[in-house]
């Protein structure tokens, strides 16, 4: 049975009343009124905030990785980390492994070593390859190749943000040279403001379809937060409102051409959705939609790292699949972005202030635990949020934007994180 299909019965599997790990107490956000107000308002503009620098298209970002990978991050360590029921993980006693992938044969991508630190449990990560953000193109295809290898080894399915930068054919090739099991969620970033972007992405993903196939493609993106963006800029809180219907109505007309393109062209299997924050999916546009991707981050929740997956489940069901099971399409929803900062530019980012909320590997390794195999044991699909740390967003935004890795920078583990295994 799909997700988006289950009973209200098989849903209260879903989310326990008390899992492991969860503290009988409500977040802050539960604690409000029913009503959507205005802190829950800001919680999630500040989850679709993260979303979209977590592709960064459009912004013109002129920063080399290279240059900025000094930053200092206020690495804390003072949580403490307990699993959840059903999730195990194991220490290795081996050094933390080492950044990168070894070829066992420099000519052959798909002949390399596997890292015993790794356990594939992950049902899908989110993606952006380094360098791949207009206009400061530079994606390599040997660096795409490492992350597909490192990837191959936690998950088997991977969500893009965009086509540009020649991203889908960097990522199809990489596959098909790695040789792994790998499935794609593929992405055309559009703009209201700017619909050459949408028809440019559009080519780029035609053209790679052509060259490398569709057997590895699960679904076309098409757009990312771009409800929020416009109730935003109207200053409204209602997805639905008559001030973004313009916005509505192109992200129709964009996703109802991408089908049609993929039809005309024979690729009738590949399903098309759109990602948007928690609580601004417009209603006419999942009508159109077969599946939709949403973000939630507990951390800006400001709750504790105990009550986090919790606080994700239930306003994920709530906000969600509630509501788009009453559409007759039912479009399926799945997680687009869920995870827990390490660290911080500043102390001041870090949240020390709470007690058990701190950014932090010790809390990263709670949020693990306490989240994936739960998660996978109850059929909820997601993205894990993300692959390794990203310091171009640490240049340019500060805060905790640049450490959601369980990989640093260099594509280490990061100490004190074990993967669990779900056993």
């Given at each position: 049975m799909s997700y988006n299909a289950r009973s209200d019965v098989e849903y209260s599997m879903l989310v326990p009343e008390q899992p492991q790990g969860y503290q009988a107490k409500e977040s802050a956000w539960l604690h409000e009124q029913n009503a959507k107000s205005q802190r829950s308002k800001w919680i999630v503009t500040a989850v679709?905030?993260?979303?979209?620098?977590?592709?960064?298209?459009?912004i013109g970002v002129g920063v080399s990785v290279a240059n900025k990978s000094n930053n200092a991050a206020v690495v804390v360590n003072n949580g403490t980390s307990s699993a959840a029921a059903g999730s195990t993980t194991t220490s290795s006693s081996a050094p933390n492994p080492s950044g990168g992938v070894t070829n066992s044969d420099p000519n052959d991508p798909s002949n390399f070593q596997k890292n015993a630190a790794f356990h594939k449990v992950f049902w899908g990560m989110a993606y952006t390859p380094n360098g791949s953000i207009m206009p400061n193109c530079g994606a390599t295809q040997a660096e795409v190749i490492t992350d597909i290898q490192i990837m191959s080894q936690l998950t088997d399915t991977v969500r893009l943000y965009g086509a540009d930068c020649?991203?889908?054919?960097?990522?199809?090739?990489?596959?098909?040279?790695?040789?792994?099991?790998m499935k794609v969620y593929i992405a055309n970033y559009i703009s209201p403001d700017d619909k050459v972007a949408y028809t440019r992405q559009k080519a780029i993903i035609e053209d790679a379809l052509k060259t490398y196939g569709v057997d590895n493609i699960v679904g076309l993106t098409v757009g990312n937060e771009q409800i929020l963006q416009a109730a935003q800029a109207q200053h409204t809180e209602d997805p639905n409102s008559e001030l973004v219907k313009p916005v509505a109505d192109y992200i129709i007309e964009s996703i109802?051409?991408?089908?049609?393109?993929?039809?005309?062209?024979?690729?009738?299997?590949?399903?098309v959705g759109t990602s948007e924050a928690g609580y601004y999916f417009n209603t006419e546009v999942l009508k159109v939609c077969e599946y939709g991707l949403s973000n939630f981050h507990a951390w800006f929740a400001e709750t504790k790292v105990s009550d986090a997956v919790q606080w994700v489940w239930t306003n994920f069901k709530e906000e969600n699949v509630d509501k788009a099971a009453l559409l007759t399409n039912q479009p399926e929803m799945i997680i687009a972005e869920t995870g827990w900062p390490t660290g911080s530019k500043t102390t001041a980012d870090a949240r020390l202030n709470i007690t058990g909320g701190e950014a932090s590997a010790a809390n990263l390794q709670v949020f693990l635990d306490n989240f994936v195999c739960q998660s996978n044991t109850q059929g909820v699909k997601y993205f894990y949020f993300e692959l390794f740390d990203e310091m171009w967003k640490d240049a340019l935004y500060g805060g905790v934007e640049g450490y959601w890795g369980i990989l640093d920078k260099d594509k280490n583990l990061k100490p004190g994180i074990t993967i669990p295994t779900c056993q």
């Amino acid at each position: 049975m799909s997700y988006n299909a289950r009973s209200d019965v098989e849903y209260s599997m879903l989310v326990p009343e008390q899992p492991q790990g969860y503290q009988a107490k409500e977040s802050a956000w539960l604690h409000e009124q029913n009503a959507k107000s205005q802190r829950s308002k800001w919680i999630v503009t500040a989850v679709g905030f993260l979303a979209l620098i977590g592709i960064g298209v459009g912004i013109g970002v002129g920063v080399s990785v290279a240059n900025k990978s000094n930053n200092a991050a206020v690495v804390v360590n003072n949580g403490t980390s307990s699993a959840a029921a059903g999730s195990t993980t194991t220490s290795s006693s081996a050094p933390n492994p080492s950044g990168g992938v070894t070829n066992s044969d420099p000519n052959d991508p798909s002949n390399f070593q596997k890292n015993a630190a790794f356990h594939k449990v992950f049902w899908g990560m989110a993606y952006t390859p380094n360098g791949s953000i207009m206009p400061n193109c530079g994606a390599t295809q040997a660096e795409v190749i490492t992350d597909i290898q490192i990837m191959s080894q936690l998950t088997d399915t991977v969500r893009l943000y965009g086509a540009d930068c020649n991203v889908t054919a960097l990522v199809l090739n990489a596959i098909k040279l790695t040789k792994v099991d790998m499935k794609v969620y593929i992405a055309n970033y559009i703009s209201p403001d700017d619909k050459v972007a949408y028809t440019r992405q559009k080519a780029i993903i035609e053209d790679a379809l052509k060259t490398y196939g569709v057997d590895n493609i699960v679904g076309l993106t098409v757009g990312n937060e771009q409800i929020l963006q416009a109730a935003q800029a109207q200053h409204t809180e209602d997805p639905n409102s008559e001030l973004v219907k313009p916005v509505a109505d192109y992200i129709i007309e964009s996703i109802n051409d991408t089908r049609s393109s993929l039809k005309a062209l024979g690729y009738n299997n590949i399903k098309v959705g759109t990602s948007e924050a928690g609580y601004y999916f417009n209603t006419e546009v999942l009508k159109v939609c077969e599946y939709g991707l949403s973000n939630f981050h507990a951390w800006f929740a400001e709750t504790k790292v105990s009550d986090a997956v919790q606080w994700v489940w239930t306003n994920f069901k709530e906000e969600n699949v509630d509501k788009a099971a009453l559409l007759t399409n039912q479009p399926e929803m799945i997680i687009a972005e869920t995870g827990w900062p390490t660290g911080s530019k500043t102390t001041a980012d870090a949240r020390l202030n709470i007690t058990g909320g701190e950014a932090s590997a010790a809390n990263l390794q709670v949020f693990l635990d306490n989240f994936v195999c739960q998660s996978n044991t109850q059929g909820v699909k997601y993205f894990y949020f993300e692959l390794f740390d990203e310091m171009w967003k640490d240049a340019l935004y500060g805060g905790v934007e640049g450490y959601w890795g369980i990989l640093d920078k260099d594509k280490n583990l990061k100490p004190g994180i074990t993967i669990p295994t779900c056993q």
